[in-house]
């Protein structure tokens, strides 16, 4: 199937870097084999990330000159909190420089020591933050997650049963339910408001709220549009709204699904809490009407967050994730099916079941992609998780190859389809790696590896 037809075309480009494999051997010994290390201006497709890293649009941009960069109350705050509130219908709205802020500040006010959280899966700053709590993380992904092969349509969906189960065995330890769509660490699966819907009539048994972690809300709204059948016809801004219709708040890293280069948001509606988190805000961040963020910021992310829910752009962005999957099971490669949104993401423990868990076969991927390749791809698995004090329950081993939202061709995602089917058809002579320092729930940024001794 071809990747439909991009709604967009170029105006400004940037050149590729093209190294040998010598240069690349090298930059990855420089680099303690961890790939967050490398210099970006080496690497020739990055797809470490699909944060931060979008094209903005020639309005993003124009609006973003137009940004009033005033202290307090400027007019590209109020196009910034009217666009969230427009969305999220939620009344109560904090500008924040990007997710984790907004992640701290809500901790801040509602975690304490001892609780726990549930969630589908949540991601890894949003479990570091809750740590630094002294609290810790349960999660509760649907049953059909734990096979990356089955095509389930709505494997980001929380465990509903297992929800119960721990709310009733944990009574006033549990501060709030995090509902990430979607489902990032999980594989980029959607969440179905449906699924939203029972997880908040169970929470509300219990006096729990719910939050949304929103940072991909626009392409969860698309996934649900595209696989139930019942919401052909629907729009992403109507699906989007029914989800944070289930929610007391929503957290947003704006640097994904606002198509920004920087920012985020937190949103509540609860006045009291928001006193509370507004002073935090202030103090830490940023005053209530700019965060931590410009006027600039404030206007791309406003224009951003519209031309995320657009159809032809969505339809655009699950297209070329849909496009990579079926090249890589071409390859011989195995992923995560069905395809998601932001990112493909690579069973590395199906590529190279030689290697267990510890001798993390993620990574191992991810380097010898760049090795080959010299593309960047980002480890989802023991390597990233297995440093922090949560249980990290149905734990995969991945390799994520995320997509920057309007950067690359078709003919790019070709290449590195290529490039791992190359590993693939040799992934017996992959090497087991072992962190030689780094530590904690957040070493995957920082830890330094050697390839084992055989
Ligand atoms: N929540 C989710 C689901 C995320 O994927 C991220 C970031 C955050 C929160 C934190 O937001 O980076 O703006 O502070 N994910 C990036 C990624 C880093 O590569 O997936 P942030």
Redesign the pocket.
């Known amino acids: 199937m071809h990747v439909p037809f991009p709604p967009f075309k170029a105006k400004v480009v940037e050149p590729i870097p093209v190294t040998t494999r010598a240069q690349r051997e090298a930059l990855l010994v420089e680099a303690g084999y961890n790939l967050f290390r490398l210099p970006a201006d080496r690497v020739s497709i990055d797809l470490l ?3 931060g890293t979008g094209a903005m649009s020639a309005v993003q941009w124009g609006r973003a000159v137009q940004g009033d960069e005033a202290y307090a109350c400027s007019p590209s705050w109020n196009r910034f909190r009217d666009t969230v509130r427009s969305i999220t219908g939620m009344d109560e709205v904090f500008p924040v420089h ?3 802020a907004a992640e701290r500040i809500l901790f801040e006010a509602i975690v304490k020591a001892g609780d726990v959280v549930p969630s589908n899966t949540a ?1 890894d ?2 479990r570091a933050n809750i740590e630094r709590r002294g609290a810790s993380v349960i999660d509760l992904p649907h049953p059909s997650a734990a096979d990356p092969r089955s095509d389930a349509p709505f494997k980001g969906d929380i465990d509903l049963g297992r929800l119960e189960q721990v709310l009733a065995a944990n009574r006033s330890r549990v501060p709030l339910v995090v509902l ?1 769509v979607t489902n ?1 660490a999980g594989g980029g699966q959607p969440l179905h408001p449906e699924n939203a819907k029972a997880a908040r009539a169970i929470c509300q048994r219990y006096g729990v709220p719910v939050y949304i ?1 929103a ?1 991909r809300f626009a392409e969860n709204a698309a996934l649900v549009i595209e696989r139930d059948p019942q919401l052909h016809d629907a729009q992403p801004r109507t699906v989007a709204r029914a989800i944070f219709d289930c929610a007391d708040g929503a957290l947003m ?1 704006c ?2 699904d606002g198509i920004a280069h920087i920012g ?1 948001f937190l949103a509540v509606r609860d006045q009291a809490l928001a006193a509370q988190l507004g002073e935090n805000l202030i103090a830490t961040e940023g005053f209530l009407t700019y965060g931590g963020l410009a006027g600039r910021d404030l206007e791309a992310i406003a224009a951003g967050l519209e031309e995320a829910l657009e159809p032809a752009y969505l339809a655009h962005r699950l297209g070329q994730s849909r496009h990579l999957h079926q090249r890589l099971t071409a390859a011989g490669v195995p992923v995560i099916g069905p395809p998601g949104g932001h990112a493909v993401f690579v069973d590395a423990a199906g590529l190279a079941p030689h290697l267990a868990p510890a001798q993390l076969p993620g990574q191992a991927v991810a380097v010898e992609l760049f090795r080959i390749a010299g593309v960047r791809a980002c480890e989802i698995g023991t390597l990233m998780f297995g440093g922090g004090a949560s249980a990290r329950e149905g734990g995969k081993e991945l390799v994520r190859l ?1 997509l920057p939202r309007r950067v690359y061709e078709s003919a790019h995602l070709d290449y590195v389809a290529d490039a791992l089917g190359r590993i693939a058809k040799n992934a017996a002579a992959l090497p087991a790696y072992e962190i030689v320092e780094g530590a904690g729930p957040l070493r995957h940024f920082v830890a330094k590896l050697r390839p084992a001794a055989r």
């Open positions: 990330t699909d944060s990007q997710g984790r991601f700053t949003t990430t990032n972690d940072a890293s640097k994904k985020g995320a």
